[in-house]
């Protein structure tokens, strides 16, 4: 997740290069996707960790599905 806000001047942090150091980066979340490959849906909060240290940053809550456009619409299709 990244901050959308955060400026965008071309320099990363303290102007350092390097991966360790993206300074618009809010953190990770692991989401297993294998489910939308079974036709279902996913649907849930999922916890937001920093990239290094793994510290507890927030959550994000997320639905998601593939969608079928001749089939109904999205809820109808999203499973828990």
């Known amino acids: ?14 102007g350092q290069s390097g991966a360790e ?4 980066m809010i953190g990770i ?3 297993k996707l294998a489910d939308l490959a079974k036709g279902q ?12 240290n793994k510290d507890y940053r ?3 809550t997320l639905k998601m599905a593939i969608v079928d456009a001749q089939a ?4 109808s299709q ?3």
């Open 21 to 24: 150091n993206i300074d618009d």
């Open 58 to 60: 927030g959550k994000i």
């Open 1 to 14: 997740m990244f901050d959308n806000d955060a400026p965008l001047t071309g320099i990363e942090a303290a």
């Open 72 to 75: 109904g619409s999205a809820e």
């Open 41 to 52: 849906g996913i649907a849930g909060d999922f916890d937001v960790v920093g990239l290094e």
């Open 78 to 80: 999203l499973q828990a």
């Open 29 to 31: 979340a692991r989401i």
